[in-house]
């Protein structure tokens, strides 16, 4: 059973273009959690999401962020019109639908410049 | 959100075992306790959780409090490679939102040869 799959793992991206990052999450598992984490700082949340389904997004920025889950395919967090201040790893979380441990990805560290 | 309280750091000398308290004085009883660990520029890695019982596994042992107010991460013997920080959450099986996991500051391990 493959672990929580994250890609790119870098990403450079320009000020003003869109960031598009993916996360694989571990067979069997339908809830996924995304995380951000700037340089030196801790985890902070940012969104949960079922399969289709946004359950909590309380930590995610009001504008130029979006996260999805579709019935097929990964999970996806969009970051349109990118700023510096959005460099940082963002890492991915996936849950069974009952009771478990949470399994992180290797995250992707995006770049802005 | 219960909180969770951990000493900022500690220091253990290898070969020798860790206690990591972690104090959880409003947690309820949908709440499970979960312990995860960062490594240096890596993702958190899961490394135990619990209810009531304590808990043992290939990496760490778990020591619940009998009122649940307070629990103890056992590191039976440290190694260099358990340097991390190592975040004690605790995380409802209540459905919705209550289930994201919310990372304190944690405590930094801190292994000496």
């Known amino acids: 059973n493959a672990g929580v799959m994250q890609n790119p793992r870098h990403l450079v991206r320009r000020r003003g273009q869109e960031a598009r990052l993916r996360c694989s999450p571990m067979?069997?598992?339908?809830?996924v959690y995304w995380y951000r984490q700037l340089p030196e700082e801790g985890l902070k949340f940012m969104v949960y999401l079922q399969k289709e389904n946004i359950i909590d997004e309380s930590g995610m920025p009001k504008e130029r962020f979006s996260a999805e889950f579709p019935k097929e395919g990964p999970s996806i967090l969009r970051i349109q019109q990118v700023v510096r201040g959005d460099s940082a790893a963002y890492f991915c979380?996936?849950?069974?639908?009952?009771?478990?441990?949470?399994?992180f990805g290797q995250g992707t560290r995006l770049t802005v410049v | 959100d219960a909180k969770t309280t951990q000493p900022n750091s500690m220091e253990s000398n290898e070969e020798e075992p860790v206690h990591l308290p972690c104090n959880h004085s409003t947690i309820s009883g949908t709440d499970y306790i979960h312990w995860y660990r960062q490594l240096p520029s890596q993702g958190p890695e899961y490394v135990i959780h619990g209810l009531t019982s304590n808990v043992n596994n290939r990496m760490a042992s778990l020591a619940i409090a009998e009122d649940r107010k307070s629990s103890t991460l056992i590191l039976h013997r440290a190694t260099l490679r358990d340097a991390a920080v190592y975040y004690c959450?605790?995380?409802?099986?209540?459905?919705?939102?209550?289930?994201?996991?919310?990372f304190g500051s944690g405590t930094q391990l801190t292994v000496l040869p």
């Open positions: 067979k069997g598992h339908s809830h």
């Open positions: 959450i605790l995380r409802s099986i209540s459905s919705g939102s209550a289930r994201q996991l919310t």
């Open positions: 979380a996936s849950s069974p639908a009952t009771e478990g441990a949470a399994f």
